[in-house]
């Protein structure tokens, strides 16, 4: 079972342009949705994270917006960069005593062009 | 800046062979764990360890896998009898603890199994 869903797989965006990737997840307890930014040869690196009582958070370029009712969410890269080039992915974890095991979607590999 | 270290960056094995992944997780963190990514595919959940034991494990940590944290630390995973569907990059993974969710990735093992 898929528990957390992304597309599109592979995303190509001029620099400048706005980088759009989407999330859906099927567990309703899931009440941490990070995403995470991966250069190749490097773990995933946090970027922006939300949890479900808010609908949108902001951190300079990056923005997730978060929509309960479709249990969607999805990060919105603005003015994208060549550096911004990595692969992406979206997550969702539940907050219990055991940890925090993340559920990661298929990831999407950005091309920000020149 | 603290970071999760891993050795080695590289490891070659025969099938059949025992090995073991190193991990030094940040130093004031509670939550430790392991995950895998198969080559070009999503990062999976293995197992979180908190409080010296086993606190969570997905379907993939069967029997052939083990962790330890054989002192204040170091944090190991074992694969006991190696397979050539174990050949994946294994990242570790820690986190503070309760109510601070962020989990800092290391670089990573690529564990080759020929």
């Known amino acids: 079972q898929q528990q957390v869903k992304q597309s599109p797989q592979s995303l190509i965006v001029q620099k400048g342009g706005i980088s759009i990737i989407n999330c859906a997840y099927e567990n309703t307890a899931f009440d941490y949705f990070p995403w995470y930014q991966q250069f190749p040869g490097k773990g995933p690196a946090l970027l922006i994270a939300i949890r479900p009582d808010v609908s949108e958070k902001k951190e300079g370029r990056f923005t997730i917006s978060f929509n309960k009712s479709a249990k969607q969410f999805s990060l919105h890269i603005m003015d994208s960069q060549p550096g911004d080039s990595a692969t992406y992915f979206c997550?969702?974890?539940?907050?219990?005593?055991?940890?925090?095991?993340?559920?990661f979607g298929k990831g999407t590999s950005l091309l920000v062009t020149p | 800046e603290p970071e999760v270290t891993q050795t080695p960056s590289h490891q070659v094995t025969q099938m059949g062979q025992e090995v073991i992944l190193r991990c030094v997780p940040i130093?004031?963190?509670?939550?430790f764990y392991w995950y895998r990514q198969i080559l070009g595919q999503k990062v999976e959940f293995l197992v979180s360890?908190?409080?010296?034991?086993?606190?969570?494990k997905s379907e993939i940590f069967d029997d052939q896998f083990s962790v330890e944290r054989p002192d204040g630390s170091n944090f190991t995973l074992k694969i006991r009898s190696t397979k050539l569907e174990d050949s994946a990059m294994y990242f570790c993974?820690?986190?503070?603890?309760?109510?601070?969710?962020?989990?800092?990735f290391g670089q990573g093992t690529r564990l080759t199994v020929v």
């Open positions: 130093s004031n963190h509670l939550y």
């Open positions: 997550a969702a974890s539940l907050n219990s005593n055991s940890g925090y095991a993340l559920n």
């Open positions: 993974a820690s986190t503070s603890g309760f109510m601070n969710t962020e989990a800092f």
């Open positions: 360890f908190y409080n010296n034991e086993i606190s969570e």
